[in-house]
């Protein structure tokens, strides 16, 4: 199965942005473990961020990097962690998963799958941009 973790990124230090690199590499490393076939954005932009110039690598830049490749999975993996609830990034991602019909899940880093009800919870907060 091809899983797209989607994960919060951008944050307003480099420490928080390299933590979050970090939460993405480690859960993208137990899906695998777990076989599945994975694409996090992520791991992937992370590590060749350096080899793109500012002006090309631009936030739209990676959301087209992610849009493009997202349609092909068959399963969604929302990374619940850090300030995931202020994520446009992870909000255009929950819309081209619903766009595409494409089933999707809400985990912890530890893999914990979130209830039904919880996940309603999770998307009101994304809509609103902050948990209450």
Known sequence: ????????????T???MEFNYELARRKT???????????????????????????????SFWMDQC??????????IFLAEGAWYRSAGMQSELNEARKHAIRG?????????FPQERIYVIDRWIAEGRPK
């Not at 199965?1 to 307003?12: E, G, P």
């Not at 849009?67 to 969604?76: C, Q, S, W």
């Open 29 to 59: 490393a137990a899906l695998m473990r777990h076989g599945y076939a994975v694409f996090s954005p992520i791991v992937q932009g992370h590590l060749c961020k350096a080899l793109i110039p500012d002006d090309v690598a631009t936030h």
């Open 1 to 12: 199965m091809f899983v797209f973790l989607s994960s919060v990124y951008t944050d307003h």
């Open 14 to 16: 480099a420490d928080a």
């Open 67 to 76: 849009l493009e490749i997202m349609p092909r999975a068959d399963k969604v």
């Open 105 to 113: 899940q809400w985990h912890d880093i530890n893999g914990v799958r």
